[in-house]
């Protein structure tokens, strides 16, 4: 693989994360793969693999350097995010997504956490390998609604914080939360002005796991990424310090800073995914006998091979022209962050399909291990907004003075 264009911190940051995922996870996933279909949740990742990726640097990428956290150039850092996501979901995606909650959650609380809070936290993180972030939006009702968003009152959150003295009551449920169902902190966003839409009575709130009120009601057993412990939290009359509050109203108005970098990495994780099938396809293609040759002497797997290689180039470009915008704070970065994960989404699919088709019926068995690919790229259609929204995203900033409102009256 090219290392064109990467800085030499890059380079080496993604040559030891690459020797992680080749000398130890993807290993493990070969020798352990019904472990992922275990209905204990805390019995899928053992403990030794997060381990593994503190002793490799790349657990608390994101934590300011005073706490003792890899602080990276801000000039490129979601470029950088990119590269590591990449190559870990080359290994295993639901890693990748247990791990860049982490960061993504890092980069919120150093821009709007009270800088006693930021010393507990990252404390915390930094001292203990197996603690986890979750980021807390998605609600059962009109999850795309936090999307578009359809600014409009009667979409706001159904999740409420109503402000009693020095506290904060929060009552409300979050599902399809990422690390929801074992992350020890939480950032929670809830409706704290009813009369007006989202973008203006939003507010965003640090919530530690063991806060009274706090029931964390199920891990969702997805079709993919199953490394990572999807949940469903419930929140009744839960208590909150006035200090936990993070951004007040404003705080979607606000989450650029964690939305625009997370679209990249969902793509740069898509990446790894695409870039794994085409590795294992081209191995099997090249060594496998059908009709009396190797598959790769047949036409028609020639064909499939070379297209595979071409949606992944076309994939990587887009990340990397997306990730720089995002970086440089470029007038177009939303539009190409938004560009990159519906491309992503749907070219890697593409990609993973002609991966368990070329090995025929050994696609299909779970224990060849090619399957798993496909359930994971299927995934990506649907994390941080379906396709369909994102592309409605993309044309509302691309042209926002006529683009459809897409909620509300049009006038």
Known sequence: MSDRGLTEDQRLMRQSCREFVDDVIIPFMRANWQREWSMTPDDRLPKEILQGAENVGIRALGVP?????????????????????QEIARGDSGLADKLVQNWKVSVLLRQFAPKHLQEK??????????FLLAHCLTEPRGASDRWLPYNVPEAAMQTKAVKKGDKWIIN????????GY????YVVYANTNPKVGMLQGTSSFL?????????VARCNETLGCRFMNNGELVFEDMEVPEDHLMV?????????????????????????VGIRAFEVTS?????????????????AVALRLADMATRIEAVRALVARAAQAVDEKAADADTLCNM???????????????????????????DFGVEKLFRDAAIFLHMDATVDISKMKIVKSMFPETAGKYAGPEA
């Open 248 to 272: 007040e109203n404003e705080a979607l108005a606000t989450a650029g800073i964690y939305f625009r970098p997370g679209k990249i990495i969902q793509a740069a994780k898509n990446l790894g």
């Open 65 to 85: 350097e005073e706490f003792g956290g890899i602080e990276l150039d801000k000039a490129s850092e979601v470029q950088t995010f990119a590269i590591i996501s």
């Open 283 to 299: 191995d099997y293609v090249q060594n496998y006998v059908q009709g009396g040759r190797i598959l790769i002497k047949h036409q």
């Open 121 to 130: 936290w990252f404390k915390r993180l930094m001292e203990d390998p197996q």
């Open 340 to 366: 990159a994960k519906v491309y992503a989404s749907e070219e890697i699919m593409k990609v993973a399909q002609h991966c368990v088709e070329l090995h025929g019926g050994n696609g299909m068995m779970l």
């Open 207 to 215: 919530v530690p796991r063991n806060t009274p009120g706090l029931t």
């Open 172 to 179: 409300g449920r979050k599902q399809f939360i990422s690390n």
């Open 182 to 185: 074992d992350a020890g902190l």
